[in-house]
């Protein structure tokens, strides 16, 4: 009997739907209290997750849904480098 592999699921911000941890962005409150975008996935700290869309990114900075669940403000220039690192993907 072949093992089946689990995928950790994760829930966005913006839509609030359940989606592979792989393809989501993180955004992570680390240890020493700054908030960071999280490409890899693997920094220390509490997350938040959210879909690599415009709308989705939008959404979760309007509604400073983000800062709600990593209990601290989240600065201007971590949405702007989501943006410009989705802005990258798209070219």
Do not use: F, W
């Not at 955004?27 to 700054?34: A, F, S």
């Amino acid at each position: 009997m072949e093992k089946v592999k689990k995928i950790p699921m994760r829930q966005c911000l913006g839509c609030n739907e359940h989606k592979p941890k792989r393809e989501l962005i993180r955004l992570v409150r680390t240890p020493e209290g700054e908030v960071v975008a999280d490409m890899t996935g693997k920094k220390n700290g509490r997350g938040a997750y959210l879909c690599p869309s415009e709308s989705c990114l939008r959404r979760v900075q309007k509604s400073k849904r983000a800062e709600k669940v990593l209990e601290c403000a989240v600065p201007d220039e971590v949405y702007e480098e989501v943006a410009r690192a989705l802005a990258e993907e798209k070219a």
